[in-house]
Nanobody, 125 residues
C-alpha cells in the first residue's frame, strides 16, 4: 500500500515556475514508477510526465516537453515536477500516481495503482 500526498501548487503568472512535490508513505516507494497527471475543468485527465523506479527513464507529454522536469529521490520517498515557462493552458489539478506496470504503459492512467488527492495549479495570463 502506498499513500501519496501532493504539495506545491498555487497561483502563478504566465511564464513563471512552480515545483510540485509528491510524498509517498510505505517502504515500497522505490519499486514503483511514478507519474504526474492533470485534469482541467470539463476535460479528461491527461498524462503529464512519468519516471521509472530508478529514474533511468523519463517520459513527457508533448505539451510540456522542454518546460517540465520530473525527478525522484527514493531516499526521501518523494517525486517532483519542476514546471517552468508556465502557460494558462497548464491550469489544472495535478495528481501524482504510482505504477507497478512496465515502462510501455506509463502514459496510460489505467496503469497506476495509487493516486494522490491532487494539488491545484492556476496560471494567470
Amino acid at each position: 500500500q502506498v499513500q501519496l500526498v501532493e504539495s506545491g501548487g498555487g497561483l502563478v503568472q504566465a511564464g513563471g515556475s512552480l515545483r510540485l512535490s509528491c510524498a509517498a508513505s510505505g517502504r515500497a516507494f522505490s519499486r514503483y514508477a511514478m507519474g504526474w497527471f492533470r485534469q482541467a475543468p470539463g476535460k479528461e485527465r491527461e498524462f503529464v510526465a512519468a519516471i521509472t523506479w530508478n529514474g533511468g527513464s523519463r517520459y513527457y507529454a508533448d505539451s510540456v516537453k522542454g518546460r517540465f522536469t520530473i525527478s525522484r529521490d527514493n531516499a526521501k520517498n518523494t517525486v517532483y515536477l519542476q514546471m517552468n515557462s508556465l502557460k494558462p493552458d497548464d491550469t489544472a489539478v495535478y495528481h501524482c500516481a504510482a505504477s507497478g506496470a512496465g515502462e510501455w504503459a506509463l502514459i496510460n492512467d489505467r496503469s497506476y495503482d495509487y493516486w494522490g488527492q491532487g494539488t491545484q495549479v492556476t496560471v494567470s495570463s
